[in-house]
Every structure is written in structure tokens, then in C-alpha cells.
């Protein structure tokens, strides 16, 4: 019993950590079909701000929360218009321009700190499953994810800005006949997209340590999960992970991780077969 | 027209006398500048990926030895010039800058490798091109080749203490996790052969990919099996993980920990006392071993490299003897030729190392090597028990060089 309510635990904090990475390439590719590769290197800058803030004794609730988002944002906002810009409607160009980008930041944060692994210490404790013990870190995972993709589905729905937003994804060229700039738009987007790129690397940096390359990690299950999860952001990135995310986690419980790691990738690969414009390019086609 | 005929061929055969000349020069001269003429020696160390943080102190302590090596006036009257390639934890780079060093650069000797997967990659291309080849770091034993001289501590140096000591003090169920290479599975074989030499029994062994971050399901389950220790030998950046999430599980305080790999990456360093207090390993040399040469070797790194050297381990220390047990070979054999060097070295040399003395075995081609059992406290090595002059027994079983000088294999421990 106990141990049923360990893995199920588990297997929620594995659906919330992969809902966690996602959800920042959904908006960016979702909304503009821009293939961010450096979407890892943006995870990778977040959990480095929340590194340097702790380090100077600010508190990492505020460091993970605040910061790394507000940073990550500010240089997605950069990177939108110094480079991304230029590309859009080309897809093949924008995946070689974010690859070099990714590249690139990899090669500043490696000159600025070393390519040493550097720690966060976890800001909370344990608690106890029936006599199991469990990290209360994976509570806060999980919390994160669900308020972000909860955030993020009020905004769309509820919020002015929201709707435009809206709009400009299934219209572009309408939406500037009523006088929208898309530019614009998209500028907001990308920067909002990097802005939860940085807080999900701010969140795990704890859990999988801070060092240059490790971008390279998330970056192949998020672009699985945002493929599988198809056209609607938020719908799609919660069915998404929460399909692929119980599949890992079981499968590595019941053999190894690396086991878990095929069958994540055999699930995605069997789904884009059955559904090729994702989940809901297929079903709930019209949410959000 | 004859006076044109004449300045041509003059010209000619001047031009021809000059060339010829600017051609033979390079001859003439080398003997005349053969005697400053660097001894090349190689370096292939990981600096960047998985293995960086435990390379680049290891090729600092390499270009510490040399920097020793030539301030007493080289080798042979020859100063000695270190080349180093960055293998970035890349199997791929470890073989082609093998074969860069061994062809083109064409070094005397070459110092390097750092996980067994990238040891045993280039060990062959080392033997087939005829090039003396030291691995230092502390491996899973069995290597038996003439051509390799391996100056890293081996399991029944070292697992062989930690296993009775966590049998006797935390219990007799052991689970262990281990990386999914060939050092993984050898030494849980060995962690399995003491365990059960010791009247203990292994419940499980998990074996991890080096690029695996996330433990959680491995930590449910060695709860689920509920052992008295848990033994780990996992390798890398990535696997540092496995430890954070165990602290973070609050798995730390109900369960202890042993491991034939921990510390060797500026662990106590990079994190909290509260991950890392309690784990139990064993080495050849810790900084904070109570010798001279200890402190010697200290102040040198410090005072060559500054004061903000991450804390060195036998890694590192292993690296300073390989290049000064090549030194001594170099010196008995009067030669830097290969062969020469291998008799000279297969003689029985000793050197002081950190830790003391340190004895080339020449039936094996491993160090009889001082070994130490620690416990990390508060971020330092707290040394709990020493083993002065510990053989290579694990090798010493299935090797002997002298008699069969062809063996050129790596023998593996069978457990079943």
C-alpha cells in the first residue's frame, strides 16, 4: 500500500517535471512554430541565476521563482530581436540559428563559471509515504507545473493580452487587420516562452545540479512532449506529459531507468504514428 | 650570347649549390641541436563533459610533475615537453587523439585515460603503434599488458576494506548501484565477491548510463528493499545527482553509504556537508594523509597553480606518480626507447609519492601502493584506518608478466 503510494507519488512529480520543461517550448512553438534548440541552454541560464543568487544569499524561493524567470526572459527578449526576428516561416534556418545560439551559451557559461557541476542546496525536506521517505522537493515540483500550465490557461482565456495572443496564433495576418502588430506579439511570446524555460531550470537546479551542458538533457523530452502534445499549448502539454511521464516512471520502477527512457521514446514514437498532429491535433482540437 | 649562357648556368648552379645547401642543413645542424631536443610526453585527459572536473586537476597534477621533472634538469640531459589533448569525455576524440599521439606527434610516453571504457579504448591503438602507455586512474583491476603500466589502486586495494567495514559496522544486507560500463559491472562484482566473503548477501544491484540525472525510481526502490548499506560506484558529473536526491529524500540519515568512486570529483567541495557527511571510501592518497610528501606535494600544486585548486584526490596524486615512475624507468634505462623502459620499470622501482613509497610490481605492472579507509566529515576526509604497502592482489591472482610477457588481455572477475 505503501509502496503503491510512493511510486504514484513519483509518477506525479515525474508528469510534473516533464509538464515543467515543456511548457515554455510549447508557448514558443505553438504560437510561432519556431523550433527553439537552445531551449535546454535557457533552462541551463535560469538554474545558473538561481546558482549565482543563492550564492549571494538571496532566498531561493525568490531566486527560483523570480529571478531566474525575469533573467531568462529578459535575455529571450534579446535573442528575439537580435536573431529570431529575421527567421520566421523558416523553419530549417531558425532550428540552425538556435543550435548555434545554443552552442554558444553553452561555450559563455562555460568561460564564465567552469564546466564544473555546481549545487543548489534543497530548500525543503522529507516527509514520509507510510514508511517510505520521499522528497517534499517533488511536492513543489509538481505545484510549480500544475500553477504555470493553470497560470498560463488563464491568461489565454480570461486575459486581454490573452486573447490577442490568440489571435495572432491562428491568424496572423487578420490579426494585424484589426490592428494588431504581430511583431509584437511574438516578441512578448518568445520572451514569455524563455521566461518559463528559466523557471524551470531555476526549479530543478536542485535536483540535477548546475552545469554548462546540462540543457542537453531536457531538451529531446520536450520537444517529444510538445510534438506529441500537438497544436493546443496547454491541453496538449498536460496530456502530453501526462501520458509519456507515467510511462517513464513505471517503466523505470519496474526495470531501470534506462528501460524508463526507451519506453518514454517507443510511446513516442508509437503516438506520432497513430496521431501525427499530436494529441489534440486529434481530439479537444479546438482548447486552448 | 655566350655571356647570357654563362650568367644562366652560373646562376644555375649557384641556385643549386644554395639549395642543396638549405637542403642538407637541417642534417647537419641536428646533431648539433639533437642534445636540447625535448623528450615529447603525451596527455589525453577529459577536460570538459561528464569527466572534466575529475580531469582537469589530474592534467594539472601531470604538468606539476613535469615542471618538477625539469627543474632538476630534465630527463637525459633533455627537458621534458608535455602535450595534452582534451578528450571531452568523447570516446570517439580518446581514439583519434590516440592515434594523433602515437603517429604524428610520436611521444615517448602517454599519461591519461579516466574512465576504464576510455582505457580500454586506446590501450590497443598504444600496444599496435608501440607506445609506453601509463593509466592513473583507480580502476576495476585485471589489466595484464606488458605495454601498460597502471599506477591506480584496484578493488582488493581498496573495496576489499570498505566492504568488511560496512559490513561489520551498518549490517550484513548490501544493495548496490553502480554506472553501466565496464568499471560499473566489474566492481559490483567485486563489492559482491567481498560481500559475500564477508558473510553478507546483495539484495540488488542497479546498474546507471553515466548520462542519467534523475534517481528517484532507483531511490523507491532500494527503500522498497530495505538493505543496511548501500554500496555505490557511479562515475560523473550526472551521477552526482544520485547523491543530492538520496540526501533530499532525507535517505541520508536512515541508511549509510560506502563508495569506490566518491570524492574523486571535488565532491566535498561542491556539496553540502549535509549530502555528502558519512560516506565511507577508500583510496591511495587523501589530502589530508598525515605525511611529508604530502604536504610537499600540496604546497607545490598550490603554490604552481594558486589557491583555488579543487580538493585533489588519488587521481590526481596517481598522476604525479605515473609521470615520476616513467621518469625513473627513464632514468634506470638510460633510453627513452620503449622496451628499454619496460625492463628498467619490470626491475621492481620505488618512488615517493604523496603517500609514501609507492612499488612497481613487475609481474603485474600495478603499484604496491599505501591505501587508506575515510569518512567525509564536515567537507574534509577524516582517515578511520591505514593499510601500508597493499598489493595488487585482485590482478596479482590471474597476472604475471614475467612468465607470460605476451598476456595482453584484462582478466574479469567471474561471480555468480
Given at each position: ?288 | 650570347m655566350s655571356r647570357t649562357t654563362d650568367t644562366r648556368r652560373g646562376f644555375l648552379k649557384m641556385g643549386a649549390a644554395l639549395g642543396g645547401t638549405a637542403l642538407a642543413t637541417p642534417f647537419i645542424a641536428r646533431n648539433a641541436f639533437a642534445a636540447a631536443e625535448p623528450i615529447k610526453v603525451g ?27 625539469n627543474?632538476?634538469g630534465g630527463l637525459l640531459g633533455r627537458p621534458i615537453k608535455l602535450i595534452?589533448y ?10 583519434q587523439y590516440?592515434q594523433q599521439l602515437a603517429l604524428k606527434d610520436k611521444v615517448a ?20 603503434f608501440k607506445t ?202 638510460g633510453s627513452i626507447e620503449r622496451?628499454a ?76
Amino acid at each position: 500500500m505503501d509502496l503503491i503510494g510512493l511510486v504514484g507519488f513519483n509518477v506525479l512529480v515525474g508528469i510534473g517535471t516533464i509538464a515543467l520543461i515543456t511548457v515554455g517550448l510549447g508557448v514558443i512553438y505553438g504560437m510561432m512554430k519556431i523550433i527553439n534548440l537552445a531551449h535546454g541552454e535557457f533552462m541551463m541560464l535560469g538554474a545558473y541565476a538561481t546558482y549565482v543568487s543563492t550564492s549571494h544569499g538571496i532566498n531561493i524561493w525568490i531566486a527560483m521563482i523570480i529571478i531566474a524567470p525575469l533573467f531568462v526572459g529578459l535575455v529571450g527578449l534579446v535573442v528575439e530581436r537580435c536573431l529570431i526576428r529575421f527567421l520566421y516561416g523558416r523553419m530549417i534556418d531558425t532550428m540552425l540559428a538556435t543550435w548555434g545560439l545554443s552552442l554558444g551559451l553553452i561555450g559563455l557559461m562555460t568561460s564564465i563559471f567552469g564546466n564544473d557541476p555546481r549545487g543548489v542546496a534543497t530548500p525543503v525536506g522529507s516527509f514520509s509515504i507510510g514508511h517510505y521517505a520521499a522528497s517534499l522537493y517533488g511536492v513543489v515540483i509538481i505545484v510549480v507545473a500544475l500553477l504555470s500550465l493553470a497560470g498560463l490557461y488563464a491568461m489565454l482565456r480570461f486575459t486581454r493580452y490573452g486573447l490577442i495572443v490568440r489571435a495572432t496564433m491562428q491568424n496572423a495576418n487578420m490579426a494585424a487587420a484589426l490592428g494588431v502588430a504581430p511583431p509584437t506579439i511574438y516578441m512578448s511570446t518568445f520572451a514569455l516562452g524563455a521566461a518559463l524555460a528559466g523557471l524551470a531550470g531555476g526549479i530543478l537546479a536542485p535536483i540535477s545540479g548546475v552545469s554548462p551542458v546540462m540543457g542537453s538533457a531536457f531538451i529531446a523530452k520536450a520537444f517529444i512532449t510538445v510534438l506529441g502534445g500537438g497544436a493546443a499549448i496547454v491541453t496538449g502539454t498536460s496530456l502530453a506529459s501526462a501520458l509519456f511521464g507515467f510511462i517513464n516512471i513505471i517503466v523505470s520502477f519496474k526495470s531501470t531507468p534506462v528501460i524508463g527512457e526507451v519506453a518514454l521514446l517507443v510511446a513516442a514514437v508509437v503516438m506520432i504514428r497513430i496521431l501525427p498532429q499530436g494529441i489534440t491535433g486529434r481530439f479537444l482540437r479546438r482548447s486552448l | 650570347m655566350s655571356r647570357t649562357t654563362d650568367t644562366r648556368r652560373g646562376f644555375l648552379k649557384m641556385g643549386a649549390a644554395l639549395g642543396g645547401t638549405a637542403l642538407a642543413t637541417p642534417f647537419i645542424a641536428r646533431n648539433a641541436f639533437a642534445a636540447a631536443e625535448p623528450i615529447k610526453v603525451g596527455c589525453l585527459l577529459d577536460m570538459s563533459g561528464a569527466l572534466g572536473v575529475s580531469g582537469q586537476p589530474m592534467l594539472q597534477a601531470t604538468q606539476y610533475a613535469v615542471k618538477v621533472l625539469n627543474d632538476q634538469g630534465g630527463l637525459l640531459g633533455r627537458p621534458i615537453k608535455l602535450i595534452n589533448y582534451d578528450t571531452q569525455s568523447s570516446m570517439q576524440l580518446y581514439t583519434q587523439y590516440a592515434q594523433q599521439l602515437a603517429l604524428k606527434d610520436k611521444v615517448a610516453v602517454v599519461q591519461g585515460g579516466i574512465t576504464s571504457a576510455s582505457r580500454e579504448a586506446i590501450r590497443p591503438i598504444f600496444d599496435r603503434f608501440k607506445t609506453l602507455y601509463f593509466y592513473n586512474t583507480q580502476y576495476e583491476g585485471g589489466v595484464c599488458d606488458r605495454d601498460i603500466f597502471c599506477t591506480g589502486t584496484t578493488p582488493a586495494q581498496t573495496v576489499s576494506h570498505i566492504v568488511p567495514y560496512a559490513l561489520k559496522n551498518w549490517g550484513k544486507k548490501v544493495y548496490i548501484v553502480a554506472a553501466d560500463y565496464n568499471y560499473g559491472h566489474i566492481t559490483a562484482k567485486w563489492m559482491t565477491k567481498y560481500t559475500r566473503e564477508g558473510g553478507g548477501q546483495v539484495l540488488e544491484t542497479d546498474f546507471f548510463p553515466l548520462d542519467v540525472t534523475d534517481f528517484s525510481s532507483a531511490i523507491s526502490k532500494i527503500q522498497q528493499a530495505a538493505p543496511d548499506v548501500v554500496l555505490s560506484a557511479m562515475v560523473g558529473a550526472n551521477h552526482l545527482g544520485f547523491y543530492r536526491q538520496w540526501a533530499a529524500a532525507g535517505m541520508k540519515a536512515k541508511i549509510p553509504m560506502a563508495s569506490s568512486t566518491f570524492g574523486l570529483a571535488n565532491e566535498l567541495n561542491s556539496m553540502d556537508a549535509s549530502v555528502t557527511n558519512g560516506i565511507v571510501s577508500a583510496y591511495g592518497w587523501y589530502p589530508t594523509v598525515n605525511a611529508p610528501e604530502t604536504t610537499s606535494f600540496l604546497d607545490g600544486m598550490t603554490k604552481m597553480f594558486g589557491p583555488n585548486l579543487p580538493m585533489l584526490s588519488e587521481l590526481d596524486s596517481a598522476s604525479y606518480e605515473g609521470m615520476m615512475f616513467w621518469a625513473e624507468g627513464v632514468k634506470k634505462a638510460g633510453s627513452i626507447e620503449r622496451m628499454a623502459v619496460i625492463k628498467a620499470l619490470e626491475t621492481g622501482i620505488s618512488i615517493d609519492g604523496p603517500a609514501g613509497k609507492a612499488t612497481m610490481d613487475p609481474a603485474t605492472h600495478h603499484v604496491v601502493h599505501n591505501t587508506f579507509l575515510a569518512e567525509a566529515k564536515d567537507k574534509k576526509w577524516d582517515i578511520l584506518e591505514n593499510f601500508p604497502a597493499s598489493p595488487p592482489a585482485d590482478t596479482a591472482a590471474v597476472c604475471n608478466l614475467l612468465k607470460n610477457p605476451r598476456t595482453d588481455k584484462q582478466f574479469v572477475v567471474e561471480v555468480n
